[in-house]
């Protein structure tokens, strides 16, 4: 699907770069164009657009009580999203809920009113300089602590499944935070 766009790019940067005389440095150039082209393919690949644009979760009769554990006193905001989706799973603007508190203590809890029965996943962390995002070492491994639903991620990626629980009456749940 983006060969021909990757064909297209790779055309147009070669020419960029193609010097009348052939050098080490240029090598070195060239040698980064493909890999950087290929993980801009990946990375596009990777955002999928849900079929189904976002719905508000209507209100329901259940609550859910989160208590979050292993916070560093006490600098930050901590953030806090209820999804019931897998398809918007860590999106930043289409959690059914979301909760937003000052870091008082080692732990803090959030309580969740107004919500159907159904699957949902936690997902948490504490924003040690409020910026409003998780900062990562190298755009990879979070700098800040996090965590979700089922104590699940300490040592990779999260799918919404392996996070989700059904929710059929009112429950509470406990998420450690997990720094590196």
């Not at 493909?34 to 990375?43: E, T």
């Not at 019931?84 to 309580?111: K, P």
């Not at 107004?114 to 948490?124: N, Q, R």
Request: aromatic content about 10%.
């Amino acid at each position: 699907m983006f060969q021909p766009f990757v064909s297209f790019l790779y055309s147009k940067v070669s020419k960029l770069t193609r010097p009348k005389k052939l050098s080490v440095t240029l090598l070195v150039k060239k040698q980064w164009i493909l890999p950087l082209l290929l993980l801009l393919s990946v990375s596009a690949c990777a955002h999928k657009t849900p079929s189904v644009p976002f719905q508000p979760l209507p209100e329901g009769p259940l609550s859910l009580v989160v208590n979050v554990d292993g916070l560093r006193c006490c600098n930050g905001v901590l953030r806090l999203a209820v999804y019931n989706d897998a398809d918007y799973w860590l999106s930043n603007t289409d959690m059914v809920r979301g909760r937003l508190g000052f870091i008082l203590g080692e732990s803090q809890t959030f309580e969740i009113h107004g919500l159907p029965a159904g699957k949902y996943a936690v997902a948490v962390f504490q924003d040690n300089d409020s910026d409003n995002k998780l900062d990562r070492w190298l755009g990879i491994l979070p700098k800040e602590p996090y965590g979700f639903s089922n104590n699940v991620g300490k040592y990779g990626p999260v799918s919404f499944n392996q996070a989700a629980f059904e929710l059929t009456e009112d429950k509470t749940i406990s998420i450690q935070l997990n720094s590196l």
